[in-house]
């Protein structure tokens, strides 16, 4: 059974910083990226990054250039390094997995997390 165990929310200052942790628990075949979107109160969940646990990574342009996504491929893990924080960051962030399944890797499916807070107050 696969589980997205995230960690590093919190509540910070503008212009503070704040590092997400994400972890992939459980056997699967291959991870092709893992991510992060994220959700406002009121507002629908939107893309923050994503990393291909090969090589590439892309972000949203309302966090280019001030979040850092990595990865740690033997842990399984990724990292969102949020700096210059803002009000407008403020949300719950969920970790995302895309994966393949099984002993040949002929399932895809995508796993998310339960979700981590982040408060920028004004």
């Known amino acids: 059974q696969v589980q997205l165990v995230e960690s590093g929310g919190g509540s910070v200052q503008f212009g503070g910083s704040l590092r997400l942790s994400c972890e992939l628990l459980g056997s699967v075949f291959n991870i092709v990226a893992m991510g992060w979107y994220r959700q406002a109160p009121g507002k629908e969940r939107e893309y923050v990054a994503k990393?291909?646990?090969?090589?590439?990574?892309n972000y949203a342009d309302s966090v280019a250039g001030r979040f850092t996504i990595s990865r740690d491929n033997a842990k399984n893990t990724v990292y969102l390094q949020m700096n210059s924080l803002k009000p407008e960051d403020t949300g719950v962030y969920f970790c995302y997995a895309a994966v393949y399944l099984g002993n040949t890797g002929s399932s895809r499916r995508d796993f998310w997390g339960q979700g981590t807070q982040v408060t920028v107050p004004i």
């Open positions: 990393i291909f646990m090969t090589d590439g990574a």
